[in-house]
C-alpha cells in the first residue's frame, strides 16, 4: 500500500477508476431498491407537509383578514360615537343606525361575501334588525364569560358556522361593554383542506380544548381499512409518529392532524423507484466511460498549480497572484484562495486602524461623561449665586433645569420609571409656567402604584411642549388649562395629556403621527413606543377644534427595574 500512497493522484485516479468501473453497477442492483424507496416515501412526506403547510398558511391568512375586519369595527369611532351619544328621540336613533351603522356593516359584508352575519352587542336595550342587540341575547351563551375576559378576538365553531367574537375597546374606553360577533360560513372557513390534491388522506381540526371542529376523510375505495380516527391520531401525534403530521394555527390556536394511507403511499413508492432505476443504471454507464477520461486529463493539472501557489504563501509571499477563469469546483477553490490571500492582507491593516479607532472612541466616550458633570456643576454654582443674590425665580429655574436634565440623560438608558418621566415633564412644565408668566394651569393626578411601572425615556415633554406652543398658547378667549393623569387595566397603562386649547383638524392630527412635520416630536414618540413593544402600544390623538386635544399613551404594565444599580 505504499507503493499507491506514494504515486502521484493523476495515476491513481486512473488506477481506481479501471478497478471499480463496474462495481456501481453492482451496489445500485443490491441496494437501491431499498434506499430510493425510502427516499421517495421521504419526498412523499415533504410534499404532504409542504402541501398541509400552505393549506394551514390559507386558513392563517384568512383568520387573519376576518380578525383584522374584527378590529376595524371594534375600534370604529362611527360605532362607539352611535351606541353612546343620547338622542333626542327613537326617530333620531333609527336614522343614525340606517344612514351610518347599517351602512358600515353592510359593506362589510358585501366586501367578504362568506360573512353570514355582523352583529353588536350592547348595554343599551336597543334591537335593530340582525346588526345590533342587546346584551341579554348572549349572556346565556357558553362563551360569554370568556370574551369578557379577553382582549383579543375568540373564534367559536358553533353548527354549520364559524363565529368571530370579541369586546369592543371603542365601547370600553367610554364605560360601557359591548361585543361584536362576525358569523362566517363554516365550508369557506375550512376551504383550504376540501380539495387537496393528494388522494386517500384524512384531516381532523381540534380547538384548543380537544374538540374536533372539521373533520375530512378523503379515501378511494380499497383504502378504508387505513383510515384512522381522531383519538388514534393524537395518540400517533404524542409518539412522534411520522405518518401524522401535526400543525397549529398561530391566528386561533386549533391543531391540524392530517394523515396518508400506507398501502397508497406503498404502491407510488414501488413504481417510482422502478423507473427511477431504469434511468440510473442508464446515465451510470455513461458516466463510468467519460469520467475515467475526464478526471485524469483536466482536474489533476489544475491542482498541481494550485499546490504551487500554496507552498508559496507558506514560504510568506503573500503578492502571490492565484488566478482561474474556470468555472468549475476546482475554478472556484483557486479564486477562493485569492480572495482569501487579499482578505488576509486586508485584515492586517485593518487590525492596526481598529486599535486606533478604539483610542478615538474611548476619548469619546470620557468626553460624553464629562459634559453631564460639568453641566450639573455649573447649574449647581449658578443656583448658588442666584440663592445668594436673593434671586428666588433664577434659583428655581436653575433647579428645574437641573431636574430636567438629569431626568433626560437618564445615564444613557432607553427606559426609565413613570415616576422620572413624570419628574422630567414637572421640571419642564416648571419653567414653561415661568416664560409664560404662570398664565396657564396645571392638573397632574398620577397613582403612587402608576409612577413604578416601566416608560420609555422622554416620551412626555414633546407632548406636552405640544399642546402649549400648538393649543394652549394659540387660546385668546380664556385661560390655558393642561392635565395629566392616568389609569390601567390588566396588562396596561394609560397616561392622558388633555388641554383646553384651540384644538386641531383630522389632517394635522394625521400628521402629528405619520410624517416628519416641523415642530411636532410626537411620531418619534409614537415610532419609539412601537419598536420597544410592538404595533398594539403608542400614541392616540382625540381633539375637537375649539375645546381641546387628549393625547393616550399606551403602554404596556411592566414594573421597572433599574439596572444601575
Request: with cysteine.
Amino acid at each position: 500500500m505504499k507503493f499507491f500512497r506514494n504515486i502521484k493522484l493523476r495515476y491513481k485516479m486512473i488506477l481506481i477508476y479501471s478497478l471499480i468501473a463496474f462495481v456501481p453497477l453492482v451496489i445500485v442492483d443490491t441496494f437501491a431498491m431499498q434506499r430510493i424507496g425510502h427516499l421517495v416515501n421521504e419526498q412523499e412526506k415533504s410534499t404532504s407537509k409542504n402541501m398541509i403547510e400552505v393549506a394551514k398558511n390559507a386558513l392563517d391568512g384568512d383568520i387573519k383578514v376576518y380578525n383584522n375586519l374584527s378590529n376595524y369595527l371594534a375600534y370604529s369611532d362611527t360605532v362607539g360615537n352611535l351606541l353612546t351619544y343620547q338622542f333626542d328621540s327613537e326617530y333620531d336613533l333609527y336614522k343614525a343606525l340606517t344612514t351610518s351603522f347599517d351602512p358600515l356593516l353592510t359593506s362589510v359584508s358585501n366586501f367578504h361575501t362568506d360573512i353570514s352575519s355582523i352583529t353588536v352587542y350592547s348595554q343599551k336595550n336597543i334591537s335593530h334588525s340582525t346588526t345590533l342587540m342587546p346584551l341579554s341575547k348572549i349572556q346565556n351563551e357558553s362563551w360569554y364569560n370568556q370574551v369578557k375576559k379577553s382582549n383579543d378576538p375568540l373564534w367559536i365553531v358553533h353548527g354549520k358556522n364559524v363565529l368571530n367574537v370579541r369586546k369592543m375597546p371603542i365601547l370600553e374606553r367610554k364605560g360601557q361593554l359591548g361585543i361584536i360577533a362576525i358569523t362566517i360560513n363554516y365550508d369557506d372557513v375550512f376551504k383550504s383542506f376540501t380539495n387537496l390534491k393528494n388522494k386517500n388522506y384524512g384531516i381532523y381540526i381540534a380547538d384548543a380544548k380537544g374538540n374536533v371542529i372539521y373533520n375530512h376523510q378523503n379515501f378511494e375505495h380499497g383504502y378504508y381499512k387505513d383510515m384512522l380516527s381522531y383519538k388514534q391520531c393524537v395518540a400517533l401525534s404524542k409518539k412522534k409518529d411520522g405518518h401524522v403530521l401535526t400543525k397549529t394555527s398561530e391566528e386561533t390556536g386549533w391543531t391540524l392532524y392530517y394523515y396518508n394511507s400506507f398501502t397508497s403511499m406503498s404502491d407510488n413508492t414501488v413504481q417510482k423507484t422502478t423507473q427511477f432505476m431504469i434511468v440510473v443504471v442508464f446515465i451510470s454507464s455513461l458516466l463510468m466511460a467519460f469520467a475515467i477520461w475526464a478526471t485524469s486529463r483536466g482536474i489533476v493539472a489544475r491542482l498541481e498549480a494550485l499546490q504551487d501557489n500554496v507552498k508559496a504563501v507558506e514560504e510568506g509571499a503573500l503578492e502571490v497572484t492565484v488566478t482561474s477563469e474556470d468555472q468549475d469546483e476546482i475554478g472556484s477553490l483557486i479564486r477562493g484562495f485569492g480572495e482569501m490571500i487579499n482578505r488576509i492582507k486586508f485584515l492586517i491593516e485593518e487590525v492596526y486602524e481598529s486599535k486606533i479607532k478604539e483610542k478615538n472612541f474611548e476619548m469619546r466616550a470620557l468626553q460624553q461623561q464629562i459634559n453631564p458633570h460639568f453641566l450639573y456643576n455649573t447649574l449647581s454654582m449658578i443656583n448658588f449665586m442666584a440663592i445668594e443674590s436673593g434671586q428666588n425665580d433664577i434659583s428655581k429655574i436653575t433647579l428645574s433645569l437641573s431636574d430636567f436634565y438629569r431626568t433626560a440623560l437618564n445615564k444613557g438608558n432607553n427606559t426609565c420609571s413613570l415616576d422620572d418621566e413624570l419628574k422630567n415633564m414637572k421640571a419642564y412644565l416648571d419653567i414653561q409656567q415661568m416664560m409664560h408668566d404662570y398664565d396657564f394651569e396645571l392638573d397632574i393626578e398620577i397613582d403612587e402604584e402608576i409612577r413604578g411601572y416601566e416608560s420609555p425615556n422622554l416620551i412626555l415633554q414633546p407632548i406636552v411642549e405640544n399642546a402649549i406652543g400648538h393649543g394652549i398658547d394659540l387660546l385668546e378667549d380664556r385661560k390655558g388649562v393642561l392635565k395629566v393623569y392616568a389609569t390601567e387595566n390588566e396588562d396596561q397603562v394609560f397616561i392622558m395629556v388633555e388641554d383646553n386649547g384651540v384644538g386641531m383638524d383630522e389632517e394635522t392630527k394625521h400628521r402629528m403621527l405619520n410624517e416628519n412635520s416641523k415642530g411636532y416630536g410626537m411620531r418619534n414618540v409614537n415610532q419609539r413606543i412601537k419598536l420597544l413593544y410592538g404595533e398594539e402600544y403608542g400614541l392616540h390623538i382625540e381633539s375637537v377644534i375649539g375645546e381641546g386635544t387628549l393625547v393616550t399613551i399606551r403602554l404596556p404594565k411592566i414594573v421597572f427595574k433599574n439596572r444601575n444599580i
